[in-house]
C-alpha cells in the first residue's frame, strides 16, 4: 500500500481535533518552529507531533499528562509522526526503552509515517522500545485500525 496523504485537519487547527475528539483531554506544548498535541480518550494517547520537534518538547507534554492524573495508555498509543520535520536525536532515542517515558509501557504503538524514509525513521526508533508491539502505518485509519480502535 501506499503511503497516503494524511486526511486529519492540520495539527494548527486544534479546534478541528477538539470537535473530532469532543470528550477528550488535549495537551499543547509548542515553539517557534514546532507543535506538540496530545490527546487522550479511553485509554488511548495520540500524539501528533509537527514540525522541529524536540526531545524537551516530548518530555513536556508528557509531564502535562502525568500531573493531569493520567497514569498509562492501556489502548495503546498513536503517533502521528507525518508533520515532522526535524532532526532526530539518536543518542535520546537509544536511551528510550519506553516510547512514553514516565508511564508503563502502552501494549501496542501505532507510528505513522508519511513516506518511505519517515518509516525507516519510525522504524529505528521503535526498535528501541523494550515489551511493546509496535507497527508503522502508512496513514491514521490504518493505524487506529491496527489498534483496534476502529
Known amino acids: 500500500m501506499p503511503f497516503a496523504a494524511n486526511s486529519w485537519p492540520p ?3 486544534l479546534s478541528a481535533l477538539k470537535g473530532k475528539y469532543p470528550n477528550a483531554a488535549f ?3 509548542e515553539d517557534t518552529h514546532a507543535k506538540n498535541i ?3 480518550e479511553n ?3 495520540m500524539l501528533f507531533y509537527e514540525g522541529e520537534t524536540t526531545p524537551r518538547q516530548k518530555v513536556a507534554i508528557l509531564a502535562q499528562i502525568k500531573q493531569a492524573g493520567y497514569t498509562g495508555f492501556e489502548n495503546g498509543v498513536l503517533i502521528d509522526f507525518s508533520r515532522f520535520t526535524g532532526v532526530i536525536d539518536w543518542e535520546y532515542a537509544k536511551r528510550q526503552e519506553n516510547i512514553v517515558p514516565g508511564f508503563p509501557p502502552p501494549p501496542k504503538i501505532a507510528y505513522v509515517a508519511h513516506n518511505e524514509q519517515a518509516a525507516m525513521t519510525a522504524k529505528g526508533i521503535l526498535s528501541f522500545s523494550k515489551n511493546v508491539e509496535w507497527k508503522v502505518c502508512r496513514n491514521l485509519a490504518e493505524a487506529r485500525c491496527w489498534l483496534g480502535w476502529d
Open 38 to 40: 496530545a490527546c487522550i
Open 11 to 13: 495539527l494548527s487547527t
Open 43 to 45: 485509554g488511548r494517547c
Open 27 to 29: 495537551f499543547v506544548a
